[in-house]
């Protein structure tokens, strides 16, 4: 028997270490690897050997690899060629039907396991040898057919080369590995020892069509006998697989080819042919389908896995950044509360003895602790808004946008708010977490962008989602793929607002561009606030219905019979019983002010105004349960006449605008309170009623 001519694998891979590995991998005696770096080199080397298997990678320039097995099926000297697909992309179905309708027999995803490749890589190669085997076994007896039918065309002429044909292709027939058989016009007229040891029949005993037939696993049977009428029909060649019954009652697969004989008048005279047992082959083809629903099954169940984590490492991350800013918020609180009234008080202190001391060294000194408390409220103040926005709760995520474009200032960044919305009313935590991916994106620019200017939008969609876009026109930059399995995120904060976005229900899109500046869009679901609960139970004050009318006059909350023996009744409002006290001392210093109540919130405060009908109140605007703004809203509502003075910490922009609509005469911050107030008290009451007033000078 000739040496059988050596396998050929084609790899191709447009990196020259893939190509490298892959040779180590599929290395083996009998076995050469060709390799080509692209899809133009493939098939100059297909049109060259005879490939055994092609190894291709998908994702090549200029012709991929799906291109390139497309142009492999349309020839017919490459359109058998056994091809799998490698990859590394991500797990997409439709990636993998793609490979199967471009004629893959497999697809792997990278990275590879050598051992499963260099399996699949022997079957196939297992496969070709067998083929080869075949087609030699077959070519040779199908040239001896024919040529056997040729003899028998001349069989007038020639029965002598006859008779020595037939000898010499039934010793031919008789030591071939696969099933030879003939059909004639009187049935089944030769079969080899091949098939005679098949059947388990002696060569004496005849062997009809009938009893082939019979053989034949009843499922097969009526498609394998169509196969042969439209071959007869047509005078053409028949080819199919079917299962029969061998002489130990197993079952195995046969694939039968068959050439058309014909007489000398050109009729069709029968069928010679050869049948070949693919039971290991089509075993092989079955083992290979499920390894690959056990593979995918596998990896579905990993995805499930990997998905779930992911969901609860998101779901970690939100909370960890929630937690995050209650601490801030709690922090800043407590500095407010504490630290920042403690410090009011002791500069109303402060300067009240400053009045009442005469030495100049004395006094010098408590003007330079004045002014030391002074830079320590504006630094209380600035680490308050740096631990958490003072207008997000109050005034929602607009206001404090509108105050982190102002902050940005400071870092050398002028941010322009576009407003194509009103506020929307987000819930607190919704609100921090845009609010805090807008700040991080802004010192993005700052940090990285090299811009001076930046633009936030803030809109709703049509299909009812926030959308907030920050965008700069600085240097740019490339955004990186996502990252690997196992591997850290090369932009880790950019990562932290994707999946801070994604456990609101919404996503970061960035577009950016090197040297053409980044454009990031944060678009979350649009929830608002439910005020059902709100509506239902109103509070005990805000809620009551207006007490019944007290007659109005301008001199009702002052003590004395005419206006220029009345003193001005006031009435205090803070949630610190401190900074209370040292308003009623700091007003003691007036003759014609006197302190008639206190308060300790909006609530009460209410309740006090009810009572005591004062000419002004002095109201905090920070408070537990009812705040300053909704207590002057309903103060001025009841009893117009009665001025009302704003106190705060924080004497921010969105603060006075909120207590001046509420109908405030003015809002004073609590420093300034120590000079201003008494003043503010004159000129509120004089705004008020201009009677009133006159009778003050």
């Given at each position: 028997m000739p040496a ?10 447009d990196h020259?270490a893939?190509?490298v590995?892959l040779?180590?991998?599929l290395?083996?005696d009998?076995?050469e690897m060709l390799?080509?770096?692209s899809g133009?080199e493939a098939l100059e080397?297909?049109?060259r ?5 092609a190894i291709i ?6 012709m991929?690899g799906?291109?390139l097995?497309?142009?492999m099926?349309g020839?017919?000297r490459t ?6 697909f ?5 797990q997409?179905n439709?990636h ?10 497999d697809f ?5 396991e ?5 399996s699949k890589a022997?079957i196939f190669?297992d ?7 075949l087609?030699?076994?077959?070519d040779?007896?199908?040239t001896l057919?024919e ?5 028998l065309r ?6 002598r080369?006859?008779r020595?044909?037939?000898?010499r292709?039934?010793?031919l ?5 696969v099933?030879i058989?003939m059909i ?5 007229e030769f079969v080899?020892?091949?098939c005679l ?8 005993e005849r062997i009809?069509v009938?009893c082939?037939?019979e053989r034949?696993h009843p499922?097969?049977r009526?498609q394998?006998?169509?196969a042969?009428?439209v071959?007869?029909?047509a005078r053409?060649?028949v080819?199919?697989f079917f ?7 197993a079952y195995r697969?046969?694939h039968?080819?068959?050439m058309?004989?014909f ?11 050869a049948?070949h ?8 083809e079955?083992r290979?389908q ?5 593979l995918?099954?596998?990896v ?7 998905q779930?984590?992911?969901?609860q490492?998101r779901a970690?991350?939100?909370e ?6 209650r601490e801030?918020?709690r922090l800043?609180?407590?500095?407010h ?8 008080v ?9 009045l ?5 060294r004395?006094g ?5 602790a ?8 504006d630094y209380?103040r ?10 997000l ?5 607009l206001?404090?946008l509108?105050?982190?474009a102002?902050?940005?200032h400071?870092?050398g960044?002028t941010?322009t708010?576009?407003e194509d ?14 609010f805090q991916s807008?700040?991080?994106l802004?010192?993005n620019?700052?940090?990285h962008?090299?811009?001076n200017e930046a633009?936030i939008?803030?809109?709703?969609t049509d299909?009812?989602?926030l959308?907030?876009?920050?965008e ?7 955004p990186?793929p996502?990252?690997?399995r196992g591997?850290?995120?090369?932009q880790?904060?950019?990562f ?7 456990a609101m229900?919404?996503r970061?899109n960035i577009?950016s ?12 679901p649009y929830r608002t606030?439910q005020?059902e609960t709100?509506?239902?139970a109103p509070?005990p004050v805000l809620?009551?219905p ?8 301008p ?6 019979d005419s206006?220029?023996?009345?003193t ?10 401190m ?7 700091l007003?003691e210093?007036?003759d014609?002010v006197a302190v008639?109540?206190e308060?300790?919130d909006?609530s009460?405060a209410?309740?006090s105004?009810d ?8 109201m905090d605007?920070n408070?537990p ?13 009841r009893?117009p006449h009665?001025?009302?003075i ?10 006075q605008e909120?207590m001046l609509?509420a109908?405030a005469?003015?809002?004073l911050s609590?420093?300034a309170a120590v000079?201003e107030?008494?003043e503010a008290?004159?000129q509120?009451l004089a705004?008020?009623n201009p009677?009133c007033?006159?009778s003050?000078?």
């Amino acid at each position: 028997m000739p040496a059988m001519n050596q396998a050929k694998f084609l790899l191709v891979d447009d990196h020259d270490a893939n190509l490298v590995a892959l040779s180590a991998v599929l290395s083996s005696d009998g076995v050469e690897m060709l390799r080509a770096r692209s899809g133009r080199e493939a098939l100059e080397l297909l049109l060259r050997h005879d490939i055994a298997l092609a190894i291709i990678d998908v994702q090549m320039p200029i012709m991929d690899g799906f291109e390139l097995a497309e142009l492999m099926r349309g020839s017919r000297r490459t359109q058998h060629v056994p091809i799998i697909f490698l990859t590394a992309g991500p797990q997409d179905n439709l990636h993998r039907f793609r490979g199967y309708q471009a004629g893959a027999v497999d697809f792997l995803y990278k990275p590879i396991e050598p051992n499963v490749l260099r399996s699949k890589a022997a079957i196939f190669l297992d496969l070709y040898r067998q083929r080869e085997e075949l087609a030699r076994q077959r070519d040779k007896f199908l040239t001896l057919a024919e040529e056997k039918a040729g003899l028998l065309r001349e069989r007038d002429e020639a029965n002598r080369r006859l008779r020595e044909s037939e000898s010499r292709f039934r010793s031919l027939a008789d030591s071939a590995p696969v099933i030879i058989w003939m059909i004639g016009p009187d049935g089944c007229e030769f079969v080899n020892q091949a098939c005679l040891e098949f059947f388990g029949t002696p060569r004496a005993e005849r062997i009809d069509v009938s009893c082939w037939a019979e053989r034949i696993h009843p499922d097969d049977r009526a498609q394998a006998a169509e196969a042969y009428r439209v071959a007869v029909e047509a005078r053409t060649r028949v080819e199919t697989f079917f299962r029969c019954r061998r002489r130990d009652g197993a079952y195995r697969w046969l694939h039968s080819i068959g050439m058309p004989t014909f007489f000398a008048t050109g009729a069709l005279q029968g069928y010679i042919g050869a049948s070949h047992d693919v039971t290991d082959i089509k075993d092989a083809e079955d083992r290979l389908q499920r390894w690959s629903i056990d593979l995918e099954r596998a990896v579905d169940t990993k995805t499930a896995e990997l998905q779930q984590s992911q969901d609860q490492l998101r779901a970690l991350a939100t909370e960890l950044t929630l937690t995050e800013q209650r601490e801030r918020k709690r922090l800043a609180l407590e500095l407010h509360d504490y630290l920042a009234q403690l410090l009011v008080v002791l500069r109303m202190k402060l300067r009240q003895t400053l009045l009442l001391v005469s030495e100049d060294r004395i006094g010098l000194l408590l003007q330079e602790a004045d002014q030391v408390l002074t830079q320590s409220l504006d630094y209380t103040r600035s680490l308050v808004a740096e631990l958490t926005p003072p207008n997000l709760k109050e005034f929602g995520l607009l206001d404090a946008l509108s105050w982190l474009a102002n902050q940005m200032h400071r870092h050398g960044l002028t941010v322009t708010l576009e407003e194509d919305t009103e506020e929307p009313g987000l819930p607190e935590d919704q609100a921090v977490l845009l609010f805090q991916s807008v700040r991080e994106l802004l010192f993005n620019v700052v940090k990285h962008a090299g811009a001076n200017e930046a633009r936030i939008t803030v809109a709703l969609t049509d299909d009812d989602r926030l959308q907030i876009v920050v965008e700069d026109d600085g240097c740019g930059f490339v955004p990186s793929p996502p990252p690997d399995r196992g591997t850290a995120p090369p932009q880790f904060g950019l990562f932290s607002i994707r999946e801070r976005m994604a456990a609101m229900g919404g996503r970061l899109n960035i577009d950016s561009t090197v040297g053409s500046g980044t454009r990031a869009v944060l678009t979350t679901p649009y929830r608002t606030i439910q005020n059902e609960t709100a509506l239902a139970a109103p509070s005990p004050v805000l809620g009551q219905p207006d007490p019944p009318p007290a007659p109005v006059s301008p001199f009702d909350s002052r003590t004395g019979d005419s206006p220029g023996s009345s003193t001005i009744g006031i009435l205090l409002v803070d949630d610190h019983q401190m900074v209370r006290e040292g308003l009623r001392s700091l007003l003691e210093n007036y003759d014609d002010v006197a302190v008639i109540g206190e308060a300790a919130d909006g609530s009460e405060a209410i309740q006090s105004v009810d009572r005591l009908h004062p000419a002004v109140v002095i109201m905090d605007i920070n408070m537990p349960k009812t705040n300053g703004i909704d207590a002057t809203s309903e103060i001025k509502s009841r009893h117009p006449h009665i001025a009302v003075i704003g106190l705060s910490v924080h004497n921010s922009d969105e603060a006075q605008e909120a207590m001046l609509r509420a109908g405030a005469a003015r809002l004073l911050s609590k420093e300034a309170a120590v000079d201003e107030l008494y003043e503010a008290i004159r000129q509120a009451l004089a705004d008020d009623n201009p009677r009133c007033g006159a009778s003050l000078t």
